[in-house]
């Protein structure tokens, strides 16, 4: 079985940082995808950032510049560095993967991605 695991969540003043991990077990040698979605109350998913073995990595408009994402191969392990933060940012975030590459298009659509973690909650007050 493939299993998602996210950390890192917290409660964050405007302007501070947060780093959330997401690690991954089961399959993982053949997670092709990995990415970030969020979603806050009353809104749909919203795409943070991906990597994909096509290409990458690619940010969502909203978080371009502030938002870094890593990759741990070895670890298996997906990191989302988050600076800068604001209160729009608040939402729970979730670790999605795949086991395609998929393409600069597709990484932003949630609906391509078959695995998701739990979330973790990230609070930024302003």
């Not at 979605?37 to 749909?44: H, L, N, V, W």
């Not at 969502?60 to 560095?81: C, I, M, N, P």
């Amino acid at each position: 079985q493939v299993q998602l695991v996210e950390s890192g969540g917290g409660l964050v003043q405007t302007g501070g940082s947060l780093r959330l991990s997401c690690v991954a077990s089961g399959r993982t040698s053949r997670f092709y995808a990995m990415a970030w979605f969020r979603q806050a109350p009353g809104k749909e998913r919203e795409f943070v950032a991906a990597s994909s073995w096509s290409g990458g990595p690619y940010y969502g408009d909203s978080v371009k510049g502030r938002f870094t994402l890593s990759r741990d191969t070895a670890e298996h392990t997906l990191y989302l560095q988050m600076d800068s933060l604001k209160p729009e940012d608040s939402a729970v975030y979730y670790c999605a993967a795949d086991l395609r590459a998929l393409t600069s298009l597709a990484v932003a659509a949630r609906d391509e991605y078959d695995y998701w973690g739990q979330g973790t909650q990230v609070t930024v007050s302003s």
